[in-house]
């Protein structure tokens, strides 16, 4: 049966090409959306331009016959904004206020409404990623859903970069007699992906254990490359943090993602293996260091000063590590050190989209409050001889349109995960302090 969906104004906002996503369905954009984008589309973000593709979406279906309409869609169904289901005196029995949202659902009660006294009514679906839309669609009787489609997976069963495998006892000695293990011996019935790390444990209860990495190819376990000794006076304390070490320090790895909660050590270890690539091995010419400046207040256009003092604030987690790593005394003393250098870059990412960086090791910090379009912009300027390492943590997003499954980094990790030149790694355990760890873990 065909059903009716009535889109939000924030799932255009989100994906401008969600009108494609309804098979054969009706799809109805009340015109106070068509309001609210316009309000939008001046906006120097990646809101703003979904709202001005969207716009240029909808122009050139006018070509197809009148909006109001409906014109037909390629996928079967039809696409209409609506202007004649605007009546609010239904909605006023329950909210009184008529605010946009309370616009959008009158729109699709008067369609229910209006389908219920149909021989074979359609079933009226609001489609919103605003929960309190969705709540009052409840209240008034509406099905409502939040817009699935640009979720990339269920942040439950994201991709964690390792495995922990229960074997036979021989299976580690013959790791150890031959420093190699074949990923066919091992029966899995699912692939095991490159680069991916594997932890064997004896299934009989010993202490007995190994520590494998997926080769690139995908076929053979092989040891970690690297020795754990610490760089930079840090050194790996728990296996997962072991692992990112050895993703950060391949040169063969252009792409490494990490994930994991607040005091994993997921920028420490980054800053440091990138100092240490950089200062030390003299492989990359630059250590480029850049975090989204999403404000959970007034952005920095409000604070006083040049540039520099205006992105201190947002960078200050930056040089909280810097300082610690270069070990400085003093406040304003990692200012010196870093100028004295001149081959470390702390910057916001607003100051690196449309460059082309060639060899440079780049790390951008906070990168779940990336879209999916503002993370390809990132890595697709990567250039040759360059590594870049996206970290963050799903669970912490100040974006007002993404979650744990539809933002950026998140997306990198799964579009990714299949190759050979990438590498991921979940930190799950918090090394900052008992005092952090819990906080993480219980608040």
Same mark, same amino acid.
């Given at each position: 049966?065909?059903?009716?969906?009535?889109?939000?104004?924030?799932?255009?906002?989100?994906?401008?090409?969600? &009108? =494609?996503?309804?098979?054969? #369905? @009706?799809?109805? *954009?009340? $015109?106070?959306? %068509?309001?609210?984008?316009?309000?939008?589309?001046?906006?120097?973000?990646?809101?703003?331009?979904?709202?001005?593709?969207?716009?240029?979406?909808?122009?050139?279906?006018?070509?197809?016959?009148?909006?109001?309409?409906?014109?037909?869609?390629?996928?079967?169904?039809?696409?209409?904004?609506?202007?004649?289901?605007?009546?609010?005196?239904?909605?006023?029995? &329950? =909210?009184?206020?008529?605010? #946009? @949202?309370?616009? *959008?659902? $009158?729109?699709? %009660?008067?369609?229910?409404?209006?389908?219920?006294?149909?021989?074979?009514?359609?079933?009226?679906?609001?489609?919103?990623?605003?929960?309190?839309?969705?709540?009052?669609?409840?209240?008034?009787?509406?099905?409502?859903?939040?817009?699935?489609?640009?979720?990339?997976?269920?942040?439950?069963?994201?991709?964690?970069?390792?495995?922990?495998?229960?074997?036979?006892?021989?299976?580690?000695?013959?790791?150890?007699?031959?420093?190699?293990?074949?990923?066919?011996?091992?029966?899995?019935?699912?692939?095991?992906?490159?680069?991916?790390?594997?932890?064997?444990?004896?299934?009989?209860?010993?202490?007995?254990?190994?520590?494998?990495?997926?080769?690139?190819?995908?076929?053979?376990?092989?040891?970690?490359?690297?020795?754990?000794?610490?760089?930079?006076?840090?050194?790996?304390?728990?296996?997962?943090?072991?692992?990112?070490?050895?993703?950060?320090?391949?040169?063969?790895?252009?792409?490494?993602?990490?994930?994991?909660?607040?005091?994993?050590?997921?920028?420490?270890?980054?800053?440091?293996?990138?100092?240490?690539?950089?200062?030390?091995?003299?492989?990359?010419?630059?250590?480029?260091?850049?975090?989204?400046?999403?404000?959970?207040?007034?952005?920095?256009?409000?604070?006083?000063?040049?540039?520099?003092?205006?992105?201190?604030?947002?960078?200050?987690?930056?040089?909280?590590?810097?300082?610690?790593?270069?070990?400085?005394?003093?406040?304003?003393?990692?200012?010196?050190?870093?100028?004295?250098?001149?081959?470390?870059?702390?910057?916001?990412?607003?100051?690196?989209?449309?460059?082309?960086?060639?060899?440079?090791?780049?790390?951008?910090?906070?990168?779940?409050?990336?879209?999916?379009?503002?993370?390809?912009?990132?890595?697709?300027?990567?250039?040759?001889?360059?590594?870049?390492?996206?970290?963050?943590?799903?669970?912490?997003?100040?974006?007002?349109?993404?979650?744990?499954?539809?933002?950026?980094?998140?997306?990198?990790?799964?579009?990714?995960?299949?190759?050979?030149?990438?590498?991921?790694?979940?930190?799950?355990?918090?090394?900052?302090?008992?005092?952090?760890?819990?906080?993480?873990?219980?608040?």
């Amino acid at each position: 049966m065909k059903k009716i969906y009535v889109l939000d104004t924030n799932v255009l906002l989100q994906d401008p090409n969600a &009108v =494609f996503a309804f098979e054969d #369905n @009706d799809v109805i *954009i009340p $015109a106070i959306v %068509l309001e609210e984008m316009d309000t939008k589309k001046r906006m120097a973000d990646e809101i703003g331009r979904n709202a001005r593709y969207a716009s240029r979406l909808l122009d050139g279906f006018r070509a197809k016959g009148r909006l109001q309409d409906g014109v037909l869609l390629e996928n079967g169904g039809t696409l209409k904004v609506e202007l004649n289901h605007r009546s609010f005196t239904k909605m006023q029995e &329950v =909210f009184g206020e008529m605010t #946009n @949202d309370n616009r *959008i659902l $009158a729109v699709a %009660l008067n369609y229910h409404m209006e389908e219920q006294g149909k021989e074979h009514p359609k079933p009226v679906v609001i489609v919103s990623k605003d929960t309190l839309v969705r709540i009052k669609a409840d209240v008034l009787g509406l099905p409502a859903q939040d817009y699935m489609s640009d979720r990339v997976v269920s942040y439950s069963e994201m991709y964690t970069g390792c495995v922990t495998l229960m074997v036979h006892p021989s299976i580690i000695d013959e790791f150890y007699s031959f420093r190699f293990l074949s990923v066919k011996s091992l029966n899995l019935g699912y692939p095991l992906f490159p680069n991916e790390f594997v932890i064997l444990k004896d299934e009989m209860g010993t202490s007995k254990s190994a520590l494998l990495k997926v080769n690139a190819e995908g076929q053979k376990l092989e040891p970690l490359f690297l020795s754990n000794d610490p760089i930079w006076g840090i050194g790996a304390r728990n296996a997962q943090q072991r692992m990112a070490l050895e993703l950060l320090l391949n040169d063969e790895i252009p792409l490494v993602t990490m994930t994991g909660k607040a005091g994993t050590g997921k920028t420490l270890l980054a800053v440091a293996a990138g100092l240490m690539k950089v200062e030390d091995d003299r492989k990359y010419k630059k250590l480029l260091i850049a975090r989204p400046v999403v404000p959970m207040g007034k952005d920095i256009g409000y604070l006083p000063g040049e540039k520099e003092e205006k992105l201190r604030p947002w960078m200050q987690p930056i040089y909280d590590n810097l300082e610690f790593l270069f070990d400085t005394k003093k406040p304003g003393d990692i200012d010196k050190v870093l100028a004295g250098l001149g081959s470390i870059q702390v910057e916001a990412l607003t100051y690196i989209r449309g460059r082309s960086i060639p060899g440079q090791f780049i790390i951008i910090d906070e990168a779940q409050n990336l879209s999916r379009h503002e993370v390809k912009t990132i890595v697709s300027r990567v250039g040759e001889g360059s590594k870049i390492v996206l970290m963050g943590d799903p669970d912490q997003i100040d974006h007002p349109y993404l979650d744990a499954s539809s933002n950026g980094l998140t997306y990198v990790v799964e579009r990714f995960k299949e190759e050979s030149i990438a590498g991921h790694i979940m930190l799950e355990r918090g090394e900052r302090s008992k005092l952090a760890q819990l906080a993480a873990d219980l608040l």
